[in-house]
């Protein structure tokens, strides 16, 4: 059976329609379609719309006159079917709309007459032994009947069952992976790749993207290890840096302070005129040397040692030893060992490298340089320096003895090599601002995609994937069985239609028709004949409509509705649609019909289609509120269970240039007419106690609502020319203060033209409530039956 509409889009007055947001009950849940359905829509409000989707699917086409026509109807066993698919519907359908009267009778919609009438066969007679072989195989195929299946059918129910669930594992082991990723790419905020571009690039991520992902990690991927992913997480926290400023290297000319050390350690200062004493005692040189240096700053005369007079002889003697070449000597030592000290202090300072200048990229080789500097480098500086300080001092300390000086290592190339280094590291720094956005995005990505990696890991991705190939193999092979009992079926269903239309009688078809028009409409004068043609050695028939013998032309519109809708039901005993029970919609067929032929049409079909066990779902739509009412009394004889569970009403309704579809409201659903609808509104208000918001309205409206009904009631019950009052007072009885009371209610409480003041006051309840009681109280007195009735129209027990 059909269960929704689930949507409709760009199809007439249907826009945007969604199903389940439209067809919901007070409750707000969601109600479907039932074995036989009642729609009620005012003329152009789209009910016409509905019977075409439905005719689509009879047909496998619909008009090209729509413009990108969309709409999508499910089924009760779970498929649904779209305008993409409807060569693909599965079930048997039949739809009486103007389409089919075009398709099939145009000879009733051409004002020139060259149109025609369809022919059409049922089954014939004195075929027995064609109908002993389609028994044959009928046996084969079994019961079709719904809980009853027998043979091939209940074959294909159990294979169905087995495929369905088949198709369920696969499809829930697909959908929970499929969750899974949704949630990884998008779905989830705590743990989507979508929420955070800042880590991973990319803010319209999606499943389709990490899908791609994960194909890409599954060819030789290496993952990042831990350094590396903290590394890339760092850069992307960078921002582009300004230019870095140049650094002040360490000059150090190697080979000039080695010749200058040389030189010096290895002068010779002429041995004349000295103290032979202090030459061969060098501590003894030095403490005099400053002794001498201190008296004479001092300008003392006298030892401040041992506290002898200098003579000046002794002056004298001390000047040429500590001549000018030695203090010369002396002075170009001393700052050779305060140059060697500026040196090491510089040394030891090291390169003075800013590294938070320099991207994290090359952090890492930047440390290299400085490794290489402390380990290397100032080592060999440092012991060259030490080296040469020392010599110095031993000169200095034997400054009157010339020595031997010893070569140095030369530091100064591995320096100037490792300065190279670090210019092209500052280069490659300065240069790599431009590159630093690109970097960042090959940063994001290699995140993003150890990031995937891991996902993949922990739902155990690749498991998930040999799972859904193995449920999906099984899915396959329970389809392939399903398919192969159902194409058995469909085979001997269709050898048991080509059988049947060896038995069929195109005449008997218009006999039918003609039946359906004597017999329910009367109709004598006009008539559906059959004219057999022949073309050659086929024959074939055509149909005719006569009125008196003759080609009826000029048709009124009613009997073209008539003869149409008879038609229609004729055609439902054809070959193609014997012994099947198709899902029926009938739109509006009561067109330019007087009453007695609206009843007629009603009639027809309750006893051919409602009443019968022909049809699997029944839909009939009208725009009339009369035949609305007798379709209130379609039950379906046929139908199991409660037949209020059964049947379904709904209103199409339209606003402006677009429609949609609602339950059906209680006061059009529940009640036959509006004189019991008024009539359960007085007496409702005879049975309230406590007014509240919930039945205010009742009092509200009591004033029209009790002159409307009385109008009524007192016409059926007095149908003559005797004045209102007149019948009230037989209706209340002689006392006359119940009808001057009822008068006042009615008249005071539905119009406020002669009074006005009334409008600006509350309602007053005890005098409406008096009226109603005193009402339903006639009624009751009157005539107790009918006042049954009106309870039990109503829903109210007696």
């Known amino acids: 059976m059909i269960k929704k509409f689930t949507t409709i889009n760009n199809l007439a ?32 409000s789209g009910k016409t719309t509905l019977s075409r989707i439905v005719r689509a699917l009879e047909t496998g086409s619909i008009s090209d006159k729509y413009n990108n026509p969309e709409f999508d109807v ?31 009778l145009s000879f009733l919609l051409d004002t020139n007459h060259d149109g025609e009438i369809k022919s059409f066969a049922v089954l014939g007679e ?42 369920s594992a696969y499809e829930k082991a697909t959908r929970d992976l499929n969750n899974k ?72 000319n190697i080979l000039e302070i080695t010749e200058k050390v040389k030189e010096l350690v290895e002068k010779k200062i002429g041995d004349t005129q000295k103290i032979e004493e202090l030459v061969r005692d060098a501590e003894l040189n030095r403490w005099v040397k400053e002794g001498r240096k201190y008296h004479k700053e001092k300008s003392l005369n006298v030892c401040s040692f041992c506290g002898n007079i200098i003579p000046s002889e002794r002056w004298a003697l001390l000047d040429k030893h500590f001549d000018e070449e030695s203090e010369k000597l002396d002075a170009c030592l001393d700052k050779l060992l305060d140059q060697l000290a500026e040196y090491e202090k510089t040394l030891k300072i090291g390169l003075g490298i800013n590294k938070t200048a320099f991207y994290l990229k090359f952090q890492s080789d930047l440390i290299s340089i400085e490794n290489e500097y402390v380990n290397n480098i100032k080592v060999k500086a440092l012991d060259a320096i030490s080296s040469l300080k020392r010599q110095i001092e031993y000169r200095k300390n034997n400054l009157f003895v010339s020595g031997v000086y010893e070569e140095v290592n030369d530091f100064t190339i591995e320096l100037s090599k490792l300065y190279e280094k670090y210019h092209q590291i500052e280069k490659e720094s300065n240069a790599y601002s431009g590159q630093l956005s690109l970097e960042q995005i090959e940063a ?36 392939e069985e399903k398919n192969k009992v159902e194409t058995e079926i469909n085979e001997k269903e269709r050898i048991i239609k080509e ?7 195109e005449e008997k078809g218009a006999k039918k028709v003609d039946e359906y028009l004597k017999d329910f409409f009367g109709h004598n004068y006009l008539s559906l004949s059959a004219k057999e043609e022949k073309d050659g050695t086929e024959k074939h028939y055509r149909f005719e409509i006569t009125r008196n013998g003759e080609i009826a032309y000029n048709l009124s519109e009613g009997e073209c509705s008539l003869i149409a809708f008879c038609y229609f039901i004729a055609k439902l005993e054809d070959v193609a649609t014997h012994d099947k029970k198709p899902i029926i919609w ?37 725009h009339n509120l009369n035949f609305l009412g007798y379709l209130k009394r379609m039950n379906g004889k046929y139908l199991k269970g409660d037949k209020d569970k059964k049947k379904q009403y709904f209103c199409v309704n339209r606003c402006f240039d677009e429609s949609c579809i609602s339950i059906m409201p209680n006061y059009l659903k529940e009640h036959i007419t509006e004189f019991n609808f008024l009539f359960k509104e007085l007496y409702l208000c005879s049975k309230i106690e406590v007014v509240d918001n919930t039945n205010f309205q009742s009092f509200y409206n009591f004033g029209n609502n009790a002159r409307k009904f009385l109008e009524i009631f007192l016409f059926y019950k007095y149908p003559d020319e005797t004045e209102e009052r007149v019948k009230m007072e037989k209706f209340f009885g002689k006392d006359k203060v119940p009808v001057i009371f009822s008068e006042r209610i009615n008249n005071e409480y ?49």
């Open 586 to 622: 009938i739109d509006d067929p009561i067109s330019s019909l007087d009453s007695n032929h609206v009843f007629f049409i009603y009639s027809l079909i309750v006893t051919k289609i409602a009443d019968t066990d022909s049809f699997n779902q029944l839909f009939v739509s009208t």
């Open 126 to 167: 004195d075929n027995a032994k064609l109908q002993s072989e389609i028994d044959v195989l009928k046996k084969e195929l079994g019961s079709n009947e719904e809980g009853n299946e027998s043979g091939l059918y209940k074959d294909r129910i159990l294979k169905i069952g087995d495929f369905q669930k088949a198709k």
């Open 181 to 252: 990723l949704s949630g990884k790419a998008s779905g989830d905020r705590s743990i989507a790749i979508k929420y955070k571009p800042e880590l991973y690039g990319d803010q319209n991520y999606n499943i389709s993207k990490l899908q791609n992902d994960i194909e890409v990690i599954s060819h030789e991927y290496s993952p990042l290890g831990d350094k590396k992913k903290e590394e890339l997480q760092l850069m992307l926290k960078e921002s582009v840096k300004n230019t870095i400023s140049p650094i002040v290297e360490i000059k150090f």
């Open 444 to 479: 994001k990505k290699q995140l993003r995609l150890f990031e995937i990696y891991c996902f993949v890991q922990e739902i155990k991705y690749f498991d998930e994937l040999k799972n859904i190939d193995s449920l999906k193999t099984i899915y396959d092979s329970k389809e």
């Open 499 to 505: 059988k049947y239309s060896l038995m069929n009688d």
């Open 750 to 798: 539905s119009h406020l033209k002669e009074n006005v003041s009334r409008g600006f006051s509350t309602i007053d309840v005890p005098e409406m409530k008096k009226v109603a009681e005193l009402i339903i109280d006639s009624i009751k007195k009157n005539d107790e039956e009918q006042y049954n009735a009106l309870l039990h129209s109503i829903g109210i027990t007696v």
């Open 13 to 44: 007055v249907f826009k945007n329609f969604s199903w389940d947001s439209s067809v919901k009950d007070s409750a707000g849940n969601v109600l479907d379609f039932k074995p036989i359905n009642i729609l009620y829509g005012r003329n152009y």
């Open 74 to 104: 499910a089924f009760d066993d779970g498929s649904s079917i779209n305008q993409t698919q409807l060569n693909k519907c599965p079930q048997e359908i039949r739809v009486f709309n103007e389409d089919f009267v075009r398709d099939n």
